[in-house]
Antibody, heavy 125, light 107 residues
Framework: QVQLQESGPGLVKPSETLSLTCTVS??????????WSWIRQPPGKGLEWIGY???????NYIPSLKSRVTISVDTSKNQFSLKLSSVTAADTAVYYC?????????????????WGQGTLVTVSS | DIQMTQSPSSLSASVGDRVTITCRASQSLSRYLNWYQQKPGKAPQVLIY???SLQSGAPSRFSGSGYGTDFTLTISSLQREDFATYYCQQSYSTPYTFGQGTKLEIK
């Protein structure tokens, strides 16, 4: 059974870079059926997809964050990572990593499963 | 971006009730719509994918329907463990987007 676990600092100063890592166990990030995603949820609010990375390194990001976000994969460590630069208080959120499962090659039918437990990142001086 | 609108935003119901939550998309999704359940302090879990397919392990009292722009999630007989927040999510195109959530509370 695949499990995902986020790790990284819980407090980041404004204007600095938020860095999180997701460690995958029970499965491989190198599988061609999955994309590896980051999703965030500000306290008391809804869910926002940030982007994903494929094992090849190809990425797709939400346009509103594209200039500040980098998602990368390390197949040797079975991990993928999120970097978000120039953070502000608006970036305070619980950050989840999740596997995007594609039911076929086109990946039109896809869903997030499983998710990590989430990690709260607070942006504050 | 595809906008997802859920209704209602909150709902009070009793154990045993039949409950329906609606999700509307700003453009056609075909059947590429998923539903998630989130309990306080926990990560969301997928219940329904492809508008109407029940995820393995999800209780059969959950069902989904719809096509195009209008979708529903139905819980046939509410159980105490179903009180949570529910989100729809479109998987038709990136950026993937979620509805604002429907909080289901005990009456």
């Amino acid at each position: 059974q695949v499990q995902l676990q986020e790790s990284g600092p819980g407090l980041v100063k404004p204007s600095e870079t938020l860095s999180l890592t997701c460690t995958v166990s029970g499965g491989s990030v190198s599988s061609d059926s999955y994309y590896w995603s980051w999703i965030r949820q500000p306290p008391g609010k809804g869910l926002e997809w940030i982007g994903y990375v494929y094992y090849s390194g190809s990425t797709n990001y939400i346009p509103s964050l594209k200039s500040r976000v980098t998602i990368s994969v390390d197949t040797s460590k079975n991990q993928f990572s999120l970097k978000l630069s120039s953070v502000t208080a608006a970036d305070t959120a619980v950050y989840y990593c999740a596997r995007l499962f594609c039911s076929d090659r086109s990946c039109y039918s896809n869903w997030f499963d499983p998710w990590g437990q989430g990690t709260l990142v607070t942006v504050s001086s | 971006d595809i906008q997802m609108t859920q209704s209602p935003s909150s709902l009070s119901a009793s154990v045993g009730d039949r409950v329906t939550i609606t999700c509307r998309a700003s453009q056609s999704l075909s059947r590429y719509l998923n539903w998630y359940q989130q309990k306080p302090g926990k990560a969301p879990q997928v219940l329904i994918y492809g508008a109407s397919s029940l995820q393995s392990g999800a209780p059969s009292r959950f069902s989904g329907s719809g096509y195009g722009t209008d979708f529903t999630l139905t819980i046939s007989s509410l159980q105490r463990e179903d009180f949570a927040t529910y989100y729809c999510q479109q998987s038709y195109s990136t950026p993937y987007t979620f509805g604002q959530g429907t909080k289901l509370e005990i009456k």
